[in-house]
């Protein structure tokens, strides 16, 4: 079975440039997340998807962020104007189900944002 | 308070001993508790799931599950320097299914 793709792995950009993460989950699982994780801390929920409509995106900052997942498949994770403060890890998890199933994260994306 | 706290460590161990990692969740109607294991540098693996109250083992690894305290954890037999990592204790929302994660215990064990 393959897992999660993510692309790219890392990506330096400079204060209030574009950027845009890729990710495909496992073949079949409805439900995809993206998650921000900061050096020392967890991962912290951004967007919750479950086939192509949006589940929970409560702490998703709305006014630089943005997601999709066309087809429910896919989904690109965009931010414009990136700040310093969203430099992260990018992870892309995708699971069989809603509810008590474990995550398979993708390899993640490291942001700089210099 | 936090949704899920874990001791940030860094817990160290010998090689053999007993790694005993702790989790507390402030839900009362969690229902299931997930364990990973994330490497220096890599994303996070799912490594156990406990369900019920009690103890879950797989392994060298042992979940143990106590719902009326809202504490679970994570013991690690005869640890291995390759177990040397951050564990992160996730609990999911009941409803959505996304899960909540602790900031991690990192483990490091010493040959």
């Known amino acids: 079975e393959a897992g999660v793709a993510q692309s790219p792995r890392y990506k330096i950009i400079e204060k209030r440039q574009s950027v845009a993460f890729w990710c495909n989950p496992i073949?079949?699982?409805?439900?995809l997340y993206w998650y921000q994780q900061i050096l020392g801390q967890g991962p912290k929920l951004l967007i919750q998807f479950q086939n192509n409509g949006v589940v929970d995106d409560s702490q998703l900052p709305k006014d630089r962020f943005s997601a999709e997942r066309l087809k429910g498949v896919d989904s690109t994770l965009k931010i414009q104007p990136a700040k310093l403060e969203d430099s992260a890890v990018y992870l892309c998890?995708?699971?069989?189900?809603?509810?008590?199933?474990?995550?398979?994260f993708g390899s993640g994306t490291r942001l700089t944002v210099v | 308070q936090k949704e899920v706290e874990q001791n940030s460590g860094p817990l160290s161990v010998p090689e053999g001993a007993i790694a005993s990692l702790n989790c507390t969740y402030s839900d009362r109607v969690s229902q299931s508790f997930f364990w990973y294991r994330q490497y220096s540098g890599k994303s996070p693996e799912l490594i156990m799931s406990?369900?019920?109250?009690g103890d879950k083992e797989d392994g060298r690894f042992t979940a143990q599950l106590n719902k009326a305290s809202q504490y679970v954890s994570l013991l690690i037999r005869d640890s291995q320097p390759s177990d040397s990592a951050t564990y992160l204790c996730?609990?999911?929302?009941?409803?959505?299914?996304?899960?909540?994660f602790g900031d991690g215990t990192t483990l490091t064990v010493k040959p």
């Open positions: 073949s079949g699982h409805a439900t």
């Open positions: 998890a995708s699971s069989a189900g809603r509810v008590g199933y474990g995550y398979t």
């Open positions: 996730a609990v999911p929302n009941t409803n959505a299914g996304k899960s909540t």
């Open positions: 406990i369900y019920s109250n």
